[in-house]
């Protein structure tokens, strides 16, 4: 097995440490020390296209492979391992608004993602669940053509400074099939958010419970087919 990188992927790990070196290392720590949500650093990563590294390319995606998108990871966490994290978690809600929401959709939102306009956080853990995805309680129900998402999620990475949320809610029975996965604006009426975690470090990230009450969404906004 051959585990020579190609010149695509070399190129890429270059820039993702020079990118660490310059951008994120001599910040670190401080990043940490303050709490600081290094929103300006995270849109200079979005312009070397580190925030939709797997998105698909006809919403601004580079469309790379998982294998390409891990060694600039790998890379970026040498230089700040909570913000990189989170670029991660961007990465997925990005990818997922790209694979899955209506295409018409997925136009209006999924480029501004991409090019770090807006930022994106993940809604799958529960105080009762922990991740385990097949547990949870956040209830959506289908009312017409919305549905309506009533639950609280926690230790959300990003929760209170970004604008897009992903939310897994149950839509029909017990069981992961009873699962299903939505877009939610983050300024959606009955969106909330509970105090910043403490944490033992990770701190250049914020970290919050977020809270959905009779939260009205479009049925457009599901990722998919329920289940």
Known sequence: MDFTLTEDQQAFVEAACAFAEEALKPHAARWDREHEFPIPTIKEAAALGFCGLYTPEQYGGLGLPRLDASLIFERLAMGCTSTTAYLTIHNMVSWMLGSWLPPEVAEEWVPRLASGELLGSYCLTEAGAGSDAAALKTRAL?????????????????AGSTQVLVVMARTGGEGAKGISAFMVPADTPGVSYGKAEEKMGWNSQPTREVIFSGVRIPARYRLGEEG
Do not use: A, E
Not at 142 to 158: A, E, L, P, T
């Open 142 to 158: 289908r009312d017409g053509d919305d549905y309506v998402i009533d639950g609280s999620k926690v230790f959300i990475s990003g």
